[in-house]
DNA sequence: TAGGCCATCTGGTCCT
DNA sequence: AGGACCAGATGGCCTA
C-alpha cells in the first residue's frame, strides 16, 4: 500500500502501478498487518481511535456505543484476511470511483491547462454545465415549442424528448452557439470563485 | 513550510 | 452473512 508507511513509498503509487499484497499470513490485529509498524498504525489499534468515533457520533445503530464489533468467531488469522480482501475491496471501490470522475472530467469542456481538475472542481464545473445546457434548452423551448398548459416554467416530462429533439436541430442549425454560451457561463464562473 | 489534494486503511452501518 | 457504502484518520506529494 502507498499509504502509511513512512518512507516506504517514495512516489506516489497510482491505479496502474499496483503493489503485490503483503503476506496475510500474520498473527497481526487488523490494521497493523499493512501498517508496516507505522505509527498511525499503533494508534489506531488502540483504543483512542474507537472512543474518537463514538464522541463524533457519527451513525450509530445497533452496534450500540460503538466499540462493539461484529465477531466474525474466527481467529486474528482470518480476521486479518478478511481485512485485506476487504481494503483490495475498497480499493477497487475507489478505482471505480476515479474513472468515474475521470470520464466526467472528459465529459465537461473546461478551460485547458496543465493541471488535471481536481475532484471537486470536476463536480462544480459539471453542476454548471448542466445549469447553462438547462438554460439553453429552456431558452430554446420558447421557440421551438407550443406554451405549455402549465404557464411557462419548467417543461413537463412529456416535452423532454421534443426539447431535446429540438436542442438538437438548433444545434445543427447554429452550431457553436451553445458552446459560446456554455463557456460564458463558465467563465462567469470562474471569475466568481 | 503551510495548505490543498489525494490514496489508502479502517471500522461502523446499511443493504441484499 | 458478506459486500457496499461511508466518513474519519493518516501520510505522501506538490505548489505557492
Known amino acids: 500500500m502507498k499509504s502509511k508507511g513512512k518512507a516506504l513509498r517514495p512516489s506516489r503509487r497510482t491505479w ?3 503493489e503485490p499484497e503483503p503476506e496475510p499470513d500474520t498473527e497481526a490485529e ?5 501498517q508496516e509498524g507505522s505509527e498511525a ?3 489506531i489499534g488502540g483504543s483512542w481511535r474507537g ?5 463524533a457520533g457519527k451513525r450509530q445503530g445497533a452496534a450500540g456505543g460503538g466499540r462493539r464489533r461484529r465477531q466474525h468467531g474466527s481467529g486474528a488469522k482470518e480476521r486479518s484476511v478478511r481485512r485485506l480482501e476487504s481494503n483490495e475491496r475498497e480499493r477497487q471501490r475507489m478505482h471505480k470511483l476515479n474513472n468515474a470522475f475521470q470520464a466526467l472530467r472528459e465529459a465537461i ?3 485547458k491547462t496543465d493541471k488535471k481538475l481536481s475532484k471537486i472542481e470536476t463536480l462544480t464545473l459539471a453542476k454548471n454545465y448542466i445549469k447553462a ?3 439553453i434548452i429552456l431558452d430554446m423551448s420558447g421557440a421551438c415549442l407550443p406554451a405549455s398548459g402549465g404557464g411557462g416554467g419548467v417543461p413537463s416530462e412529456a416535452s423532454a424528448a421534443k426539447l431535446l429533439q429540438c436542442y438538437q436541430q438548433h444545434l445543427e442549425e447554429e452550431g457553436e452557439e451553445g458552446l459560446a454560451q456554455y463557456l460564458h457561463h463558465v467563465h462567469s464562473f470562474t471569475q466568481h470563485s
Open 109 to 111: 469542456p473546461h478551460v
Open 16 to 18: 496502474s502501478d499496483p
Open 133 to 135: 445546457l438547462t438554460t
Open 51 to 55: 472512543s474518537l468515533r463514538s464522541g
Open 41 to 43: 498504525s499503533v494508534r
Open 30 to 34: 487488523p490494521g497493523s498487518s499493512e
